[in-house]
């Protein structure tokens, strides 16, 4: 299935996606796309529904972000060789962990807003994984049966605060509409392997970042044990996977967004997200 979130920022509705590409409201089966819902007996539930019963969608209705009520996004660093290498550091022995606040998280499509001062703003596209059942210290074979999907991130992130501002990378990475998340959270029945999806991001048109996630250096399976002995994921957390080369921070001179700047990114099978980047108010 392809399930996703629908109306105004606070308030969206549960929908899926039918087998036409239509997008129906699922309303009154359940409240919201969250942890709760995303449960194998849940997701059963959902796949047993005729989508032709459920009202349909205008085209044009504003997505949320796929997954609603968070708990906690974890992100991984340096997840591609090509990535480490263009910012000068060693691919990593262990996965490299840190956390997004979750007040970044929004929907696929809303502007992106240039952090106050700012002028070393970045794209990252990412793969993100969608929790279903508590792991709390699970094994690699274990893993992926405590998945419930996969979905498109934009791990947005401003390289000064990252870097230069005590070295803490969480505050280059928490920003108000830095954290994207969808259009569609898409089940694990659907992605028959996780570690072989394209993914690509376009800044104005142009393409910046193109590669696959075999590529990763530690796959979803590995990430999700590993992460799980350190703390319990719970169903919905979200866990996004690292970024491959063609960051702006990458680019020789580097290149940051700018007010203006559209970017479009993609996973196979996943989806698309188009954000307009626009300055901070008091930036204007």
């Given at each position: 299935?392809?399930?996703f979130?629908?109306?105004n920022p606070?308030?969206?509705?549960?929908?899926?996606v039918?087998?036409d590409g239509?997008l129906r409201?699922l309303s009154?089966?359940?409240?919201?796309i969250?942890?709760?819902?995303?449960?194998?007996a849940?997701?059963?539930?959902?796949?047993?529904?005729?989508?032709?019963?459920?009202?349909?969608?205008?085209?044009?209705?504003?997505?949320?972000a796929?997954?609603g009520q968070?708990?906690?996004?974890?992100?991984?660093?340096?997840?591609y060789?090509?990535?480490?290498?263009?910012?000068g550091?060693?691919i990593?022995?262990?996965?490299v962990?840190?956390?997004?606040?979750?007040?970044?998280?929004m929907?696929?499509?809303?502007?992106?807003v240039?952090?106050r001062?700012?002028?070393k703003t970045d794209w990252?596209?990412?793969l993100?994984v969608?929790?279903?059942?508590?792991a709390?210290?699970?094994?690699?074979?274990?893993?992926?049966?405590h998945?419930?999907g996969y979905?498109?991130?934009?791990d947005?992130?401003?390289?000064?605060?990252?870097?230069e501002h005590?070295?803490?990378?969480v505050k280059?990475?928490?920003?108000?509409?830095?954290?994207p998340l969808?259009p569609?959270?898409?089940?694990?029945d659907?992605?028959?392997d996780?570690q072989?999806l394209?993914?690509?991001?376009?800044?104005n048109?142009?393409?910046?970042?193109?590669?696959?996630?075999?590529?990763?250096?530690f796959g979803?399976?590995?990430l999700v044990?590993y992460i799980s002995?350190?703390?319990?994921?719970?169903p919905?957390?979200?866990?996004?996977?690292?970024?491959p080369?063609?960051?702006?921070l990458?680019?020789?001179?580097?290149?940051?967004?700018k007010?203006?700047?559209?970017m479009?990114l993609?996973?196979e099978g996943?989806?698309t997200q188009r954000?307009v980047a626009?300055?901070?108010?008091a930036?204007r």
């Amino acid at each position: 299935m392809k399930l996703f979130r629908h109306g105004n920022p606070g308030t969206e509705r549960p929908g899926l996606v039918d087998a036409d590409g239509a997008l129906r409201d699922l309303s009154s089966k359940v409240n919201d796309i969250t942890g709760a819902t995303l449960s194998p007996a849940s997701l059963k539930s959902l796949a047993s529904i005729d989508p032709s019963t459920l009202p349909r969608l205008d085209a044009g209705v504003r997505l949320g972000a796929a997954v609603g009520q968070v708990g906690k996004m974890i992100c991984v660093g340096m997840n591609y060789a090509d990535h480490a290498a263009e910012t000068g550091a060693p691919i990593p022995e262990q996965p490299v962990l840190f956390m997004k606040a979750t007040t970044a998280i929004m929907g696929p499509n809303d502007d992106v807003v240039i952090p106050r001062g700012s002028v070393k703003t970045d794209w990252e596209v990412e793969l993100g994984v969608v929790i279903g059942t508590v792991a709390r210290d699970v094994t690699v074979d274990q893993a992926l049966s405590h998945v419930a999907g996969y979905m498109v991130v934009n791990d947005l992130s401003e390289r000064e605060f990252q870097m230069e501002h005590g070295g803490q990378w969480v505050k280059g990475k928490s920003c108000d509409t830095f954290g994207p998340l969808g259009p569609w959270l898409v089940t694990t029945d659907e992605i028959g392997d996780p570690q072989n999806l394209d993914l690509w991001l376009s800044v104005n048109g142009h393409r910046y970042q193109s590669s696959n996630t075999k590529n990763m250096v530690f796959g979803v399976a590995k990430l999700v044990s590993y992460i799980s002995r350190y703390m319990t994921l719970m169903p919905g957390d979200v866990i996004s996977t690292g970024t491959p080369g063609g960051v702006g921070l990458g680019l020789k001179p580097p290149t940051y967004l700018k007010p203006g700047d559209v970017m479009e990114l993609g996973i196979e099978g996943l989806g698309t997200q188009r954000q307009v980047a626009h300055a901070h108010k008091a930036d204007r």
